[in-house]
């Protein structure tokens, strides 16, 4: 059985920071590529950033030279780095495995003025 869990989320002021990490179990974490995808009331859900097994990595537009994604294949966690936040990056983050489809509960990020 695949569980994504996601943690790190929460209130910050816009310019903060914060990591989100996503632990998986149920994989063989090492071998998958993994994702952050987002979701703001009202909008679509859309990738964020994503990071293949080799450890290549892709981000949208926005998230360039701001947000990071890494990973820890000894600790099955992916992690998304975000700095100079801002209100538009608010939203519900998930994480997700590709291969199979498989989707966390996502964690809340709120970013204030």
């Known amino acids: 059985q695949v569980q994504l869990v996601e943690s790190g989320g929460g209130l910050v002021q816009a310019g903060g920071s914060l990591r989100l990490s996503c632990v998986g179990s149920?994989?063989?974490?090492?071998?998958?590529?993994m994702g952050w995808n987002r979701q703001a009331p009202g909008k679509q859900r859309e990738l964020v950033a994503s990071?293949?097994?080799?450890?290549?990595?892709i981000y949208e537009d926005s998230a360039k030279g701001r947000f990071t994604i890494s990973r820890d294949n000894a600790k099955n966690t992916v992690y998304l780095q975000m700095d100079s936040l801002k209100p538009e990056d608010t939203a519900v983050y998930y994480c997700?495995?590709?291969?199979?489809?498989?989707w966390g509960q996502g964690t809340q990020v709120t970013v204030s003025t």
């Open positions: 149920g994989i063989i974490f090492s071998r998958s590529s």
């Open positions: 997700r495995v590709f291969f199979g489809d498989y």
């Open positions: 990071i293949t097994r080799g450890g290549s990595t």
